[in-house]
């Protein structure tokens, strides 16, 4: 079975800094992939799909890059709204998530 | 707008059942493959079981032959129905939307309901 491991699992960041979460499949998944973000206590909201497309209405600071085994989301400069749990995930008959990246304020 | 409201959870004993729906307004649950994707207290995500457009259904190996999914047409409804639970289900179950056969995501998400099993 493919895995997902994301990297770091937490991460402290201050406002304006560049933040780039790491997405490893254990298998080549080629760009199927997508980034969602969720805050305490919310549904997750899709931020990217396919690798690199840009959900409609999701800031242009956020972008996806990667195929194959290994994926990154970055955000540009971080926003206090963007402190949050960051997953990736790969979609097909039995979808699979990763672990999770904690952004949390320096 | 597309939006996807849950309800049915609650507090259930170890064993017991319950079921959960998904009321969607401005898509046709028939029409997409709709999900449920649950998380545990303090923990990650995760996927549940899904049904496709044309009937087919996909269930995680943890859940398997104890959940089932279906819909109602005619109500627009996505329902899980969860027997033998135990209290590794507690958790705050998601139902949302992958868009298309070939899209590789999930675009719409409800709010969740949360279940509780203990005794």
Redesign the interface.
Same mark, same amino acid.
């Given at each position: 079975d493919i895995q997902l491991t994301q990297s770091p699992s937490f991460l402290s960041a201050s406002v304006g800094d560049r933040v780039t979460i790491t997405c490893r499949a254990s298998q080549g998944i080629s760009s199927y992939l997508a980034w969602y973000q969720q805050k305490p206590g919310k549904a997750p909201k899709l931020l990217i799909y396919d690798a690199s497309t840009l959900q409609s209405g999701v800031p242009s600071r956020f972008s996806g890059s990667g195929s194959g085994t290994e994926f990154t989301l970055t955000i540009r400069s971080l926003q206090p709204e963007d402190f949050a749990t960051y997953y990736c995930q790969r979609l097909n008959s039995s979808p699979l998530f990763g672990g999770g990246t904690k952004v949390e304020i320096k | 707008e597309v939006q996807l409201v849950e309800s049915g959870g609650g507090l259930v004993r170890p064993g017991g059942s319950l079921r959960l729906a998904c009321a969607a307004s401005g898509i046709t649950v028939s029409d997409n493959y709709m999900?449920w !994707?649950r998380q545990a207290p303090g923990k990650?995500?995760?996927?549940v079981s !899904?049904l496709y457009g044309d009937g087919r259904t996909?269930y995680?190996v943890s859940v398997k032959g104890s959940f089932t999914i279906s819909r109602d047409n005619s109500r627009n409804i996505l329902y899980l129905q969860m027997n033998n639970l135990g209290t590794e289900d507690t958790g705050v179950y998601?139902c949302?939307r992958?868009p298309r056969a070939d899209?590789?995501?999930?675009?719409v998400?409800?709010?969740?309901t949360t279940v509780t099993v203990s005794s």
């Open positions: - | 999900n !994707v990650g995500l995760e996927w !899904v996909f995680a998601y949302a992958r899209s590789n995501h999930m675009d998400w409800g709010k969740g």
